[in-house]
């Protein structure tokens, strides 16, 4: 006759997810408050805006420009760090399903987009860009495409592989674990930006409530699972 005895899975002893959303989050949202205060008010252009607009912006702001870049290629490392932790993390809690693939996928790519947008921007602040109209217009349109559709997108992946384990297996309260397959949801519409100008307001709405939501999954997302002895969980 056998027993069952409750046994804790080891736990997976990688950097707080929560601290690594904080901090990822606030360097992002210090990208664009930093960079649009030292621009006395101007925000970074939008591509769908006017040429000269978007020349004069670049001309006059290189120095928010390349702080603003410098913060966002910083933020990328956080995120990357994070998609690793919460992968490695879900494996450890017993999940078996691609969820955890899935957030890894996501959220490396994500960072990568991040990063490269960054990088682009950076290079936008260099004055001798500055002076060739067709090069700024082409830079400024990958920043956006990378930083804006590219990062958003793959963040909805992020979250809705943390959601779909955080809901089925019960490792998330159900509340947060639907909200964040609904912020993938729009996440993933997001899409469209670059064939309809006019839905780029789901960009910011996808992506300030997946950083929230990311924060908060980060810090309810347990360590450890007990399961009966010789079941996965």
Excluded: C
């Amino acid at each position: 006759m056998t027993t069952s005895t409750r046994i804790p899975r080891q736990s997976d002893g990688g950097p707080p997810l929560g601290v690594l959303a904080v901090v990822f989050t606030a360097l992002f949202v210090a990208s664009l408050a930093v960079s649009t205060a030292m621009a006395g008010g101007d925000t970074f252009p939008s591509p769908f805006g006017s040429s000269a607009d978007i020349l004069a912006y670049f001309h006059d702001h290189r120095d928010p420009v390349r702080v603003s870049a410098f913060l966002q290629f910083a933020a990328s490392v956080p995120l990357a760090v994070y998609a690793a932790t919460v992968s490695a993390r879900l494996r450890n809690l017993g999940i078996r399903v691609p969820g955890a693939t899935i957030a890894l996928t996501g959220g490396v790519v994500a960072a990568a987009m991040l990063s490269l947008s960054g990088l682009v921007s950076w290079v936008l602040s260099r004055s001798e860009v500055g002076s060739e109209p067709a090069v700024v217009r082409a830079l400024h349109d990958l920043a956006f495409a990378t930083g804006g559709a590219g990062n958003v997108v793959f963040l909805g992946l992020l979250v809705a592989g943390i959601a779909v384990p955080g809901l089925l297996a019960g490792l998330l309260p159900r509340g947060l674990a639907l909200a964040g397959l609904v912020i993938a949801a729009v996440a993933e519409l997001s899409t469209v930006t670059l064939l309809v100008s006019d839905s780029a307001f789901l960009l910011p709405i996808a992506r300030f409530t997946g950083l929230a939501w990311l924060i908060a999954a980060g810090f309810l997302l347990p360590r450890t699972r007990t399961n009966k002895a010789g079941t996965n969980a």
